[in-house]
């Protein structure tokens, strides 16, 4: 593949990342920090936030597994699960964080379970889809660097 079809592919992933709604403009500004000093800027936070997520997911689920379920706590960890998506721009999976507090403060625990299935779900998707971008990232800058 050539180098300007390479940038074309990822731009092409990049622009759909944001058309179907899983990304907002705060990836842009973390986009805008990067530079030749950091060029793995981006995708080290994005590490970050998978890191993370995990921990953040794993006390999520011991929380709605416990019952009474404490609402309290829930919404804590929901709400911090909410502020690392917003870090990078995890629009959809906010999304779900959003209404699953809302959840939380009414104590609708089906709700909060349903909701943290699907907060699950976009999250994986998220996943594969920044990985695949960040591969044909990465490839476009090995093949302009060749």
Known sequence: MSRSQSQRQVFSIRKSLFDQGFLDDQFIQLEDLQD????????????????????????????????PIN????EDLVHQFKGSCSSIGAKKVKNECT???????SGNAEGCIRTFQ?????????????????????????????
């Open 118 to 146: 699907r907060a699950k779900q976009e999250l994986a998707v998220l996943r594969r889809k920044l990985e695949s971008y960040f591969q044909m990232a990465r490839q476009a800058g090995a093949s302009a660097n060749a």
């Open 71 to 74: 609402f309290n706590r829930l």
């Open 99 to 105: 209404q699953l507090r809302e959840y939380c403060m």
């Open 36 to 67: 030749e000093a950091n060029p793995n800027f981006v995708e080290e936070c994005v590490t970050l936030f998978y890191t993370d997520s995990v921990r953040l997911i794993h006390s999520i689920e011991h929380t709605l597994d416990c019952r």
